[in-house]
């Protein structure tokens, strides 16, 4: 069946500018997660969702970053007014239940943001 | 707090010759451990888990096995290929939680 997908796969901005990267997960399952992976840094949680709501949004950086989930699927992770250190590559994971030991992410190809 | 910690890259291997990747972990309860790939220019990929102390993970000729008493889950090959040059991270889910805790990630490079 389908993966979890992304887009934009790439988006350069300008610094100041606001962006939208959306996620669709795999169809059923419940749990999504987005993480930041920077050049030489290793994966930083970002956000997770249950359904449509985040009982975890500890991750995001600041407060010029955002994410709403709508009818238990697509996704979409907002940056406002963006930094030249957002730049990135933005990762979606889901993962069917989203708890337990079992449970496994399978990840998105990404979305690599560049700030100019 | 939980955390994992993998060997330093990059590592430069012959086609055909043995790979270890070092991980260990630090958890407070019993996690699952992860091996994911991510090949250039692609996603990442689940290569294999565990679940449970003494399992063992296998997949594509790789094989990783949960040490509890040592906390540890390294990651195995007999014979490398060039196709294996990838970055490879181990990662642990604490159950209890819901996000993976990653290690930095190990580059490999597999030259003919």
């Known amino acids: 069946g389908a993966g979890v997908s992304q887009s934009p796969s790439n988006k350069v901005t300008e610094k100041g500018k606001d962006v939208e990267l959306r996620c669709d997960p795999i169809?059923?399952?419940?749990?999504l997660y987005w993480y930041r992976q920077s050049l030489g840094q290793g994966l930083e949680f970002l956000i997770y969702f249950q359904g449509n709501s985040a009982p975890d949004k500890s991750g995001l950086p600041s407060d010029r970053f955002s994410a709403e989930r709508t009818g238990g699927s697509v996704s979409t992770l907002t940056i406002q007014r963006t930094q030249q250190e957002d730049s990135a590559v933005y990762l979606c994971?889901?993962?069917?239940?989203?708890?337990?030991?079992?449970?496994?992410?399978?990840f998105g190809p990404g979305t690599r943001l560049t700030v100019l | 707090g939980d955390s994992v910690t993998q060997m330093e890259g990059p590592v430069t291997l012959s086609e055909e010759a043995f790979l270890t990747i070092n991980c260990t972990y630090t958890?407070?309860?019993?996690?699952?451990l992860f091996w994911y790939v991510q090949y250039p220019g692609e996603g990442l990929q689940l290569l294999l888990k565990?679940?449970?102390a003494d399992d063992k993970g296998s997949n594509k000729g790789f094989e990783a096995t949960y040490r509890k008493e040592t906390t540890s889950f390294h990651l195995e090959k007999g014979s490398v290929q060039v196709s294996d040059s990838a970055v490879y991270f181990c990662a642990l889910n604490p159950g209890n939680n819901r996000k993976l805790i990653w290690g930095l990630g190990t580059s490999l490079a597999v030259n003919p």
């Open positions: 958890a407070t309860g019993y996690p699952s």
């Open positions: 565990a679940t449970k």
């Open positions: 994971a889901s993962s069917l239940l989203g708890q337990g030991l079992t449970d496994t992410q399978y």
């Open positions: 169809s059923g399952h419940t749990a």
